[in-house]
């Protein structure tokens, strides 16, 4: 399985669909509604602002656990989290 831009997809797919209706393709107009409604349908795979959320979260209790210090321990902790949660903001995606 591969992540997409579902928000891409339908608009692209809206697109079509207006298309259709305004030059009378009333077969490719409901083919398309049909398309943009089982799109809609689908759960969310994944949430980056969730994911940030809990590292976050993470990020906190690390921070009041083990009363952060200056160790480089420490501080090593804190930059991984960071990084984590700057590569979740980011998406993996291109460009």
Do not use: C, W
């Amino acid at each position: 399985m591969r992540l997409i831009d579902a928000d891409k997809l339908l608009e692209e797919t809206r697109r079509d669909r207006d298309y259709a209706e305004k030059n009378g393709f009333m077969d490719m107009y409901h083919e398309r509604q049909a398309l943009i409604d089982r799109i809609e349908a689908q759960p969310t795979a994944y949430d980056p602002d969730k994911v940030v959320e809990k590292l976050e979260d993470r990020k906190r209790l690390i921070v009041e656990t083990f009363k952060i210090s200056e160790s480089d321990i420490d501080r090593g902790r804190i930059y991984g989290m960071d990084k984590a949660i700057e590569i979740v903001k980011g998406g993996g995606v291109n460009g």
